[in-house]
């Protein structure tokens, strides 16, 4: 993103002003290059009066430090069993890393506060295998956290838990993140990662997955050749959005103002995983009916939508289906029955125009499709006047040039309308 275009930022400032949000700094990325510039785009989101609370993994620092004393880790991220040698490994890493960060953001004149806020227990033995020093979340000191974020300091969490018995805890940090996030009921977390969010994915569908995508992401995950770290990273969003969270973002900590080119653009540079009553389609109810029509005004100067009024859409509200983003109404689409037929039309079909482009408009017209298929028609159809070769290249549509497999009664409206659309039709 081009910092010139202040106007595209400051559309998300009044957003984001009061959010909270609970950014997850993978260790790698606190030892990396780009790290002073990562700590940059925090001070910008804190002075847009973001509310931020930093969680940071160390098993980065843990595995250097293993490695200058010669010690074999028991398990490298805290998924597993923590031995003593280990435990106390982690603690002297963990604690230089705060340490460091506290320094950095110091500098920046960012005040923060270490925050013992995670009461845990032993895991214990999990199949079979006694986890030693590793920890189980039992409670996150929400209120705690929320009373630091009043004062305007920055609460660092480190990725230790306590017990209350003489215990110290290693807690894995993406757990932790999560747990945080949802105790707190943030607005967001984000995973800062070491490496690029690369599920295999297409560019676009890449950008956004629902957590119902995420499983089934997930699940080819362990298959294919995912980092461990990124398995996991999607494992805890899904969990966040299906607690409360309802979004979730990986973004790369190498790419330069990863996290403002992530939270201030349309389409971000990472993933977000969105709970799925974030975005959805749904039936159209009658108080969307208004905002539709102010929607389409434009596609129906420029003709690329026939005329509707308030009342004709009423009168067949049953049929319209509405995308919906965050509870704003993005798009829109109708599937008419013509039963007599075995027929069904795809019509009023309409993204906004800083939606277009993210696939909205085929997830809303497969979800027509379907629609149609349930009520087992035999063909669909659509009349277009400018986008004939987007149905005809990415949904299968054919021109088709004899009017007489039109319904009578629609072409009846197509001869009086006199927009000369065209009549495209697919067999299903
Ligand atoms: C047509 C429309 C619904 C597409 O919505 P969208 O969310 O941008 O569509 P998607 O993201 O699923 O698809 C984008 C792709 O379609 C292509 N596309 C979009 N409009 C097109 C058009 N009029 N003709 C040909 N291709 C088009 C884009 O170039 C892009 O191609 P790519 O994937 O190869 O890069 C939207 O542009 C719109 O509302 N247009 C105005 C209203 C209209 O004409 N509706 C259809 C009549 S019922």
Known sequence: MKFGDLRGILQYVPQFRGRTFVIALDGAVVAGENFSNILLNLAVLRSLNVKIVLIYGAAYQIASLADKRGVELSNPDATGPTDAATLELALDAITRLGSDVTRDLTALKIRTVTANAL????????????????????????????????????????PLGYDGSGH????????????VGVALKADKIIFVTEEEPDFGLDLQSARQ??????????????????????????????????EGVSRVHLVNGNRDDALLAELFSNEGIGTMVFADDYRQIRPATPSDVDEMLLMMRRAVEDEQ?????????LERLQDYQVMEIDGNVVGVGAMHP???????????????????????????????????????VSSLFMLSTQTAEYFTAKFSYLECSDLGQMPERRRKKWEQNGRNARFLVKRV
């Open 338 to 376: 013509y039963p007599e037929e075995n027929a069904a039309e795809l019509a009023c079909i309409y993204v906004k125009g800083d939606h277009e482009g993210q696939g909205y408009g085929r997830e809303l017209i497969e979800n027509l499709e379907e629609r149609a298929k349930s009520l087992g």
């Open 209 to 242: 997955i629902s957590a119902d995508q995420g499983d089934v992401l997930l699940k080819k995950a362990e298959n294919d050749q995912v980092s461990p770290g990124l398995h996991s990273k999607l494992k805890q969003a899904i969990r966040a959005c299906r």
């Open 168 to 179: 110290s805890l290693r807690m894995n940090s993406d757990q932790v993140s999560v747990s």
């Open 305 to 313: 939508l026939v005329e509707r009024d308030k009342g004709e859409i």
């Open 119 to 158: 009461s845990a227990h032993p895991a214990g033995i999990v199949r079979g295998v006694d986890q030693g020093h590793t920890g189980k979340m039992v409670r996150v000191d929400h209120e705690m956290l929320r009373g630091f974020l009043e004062q305007e300091l920055l609460p660092l969490v480190p």
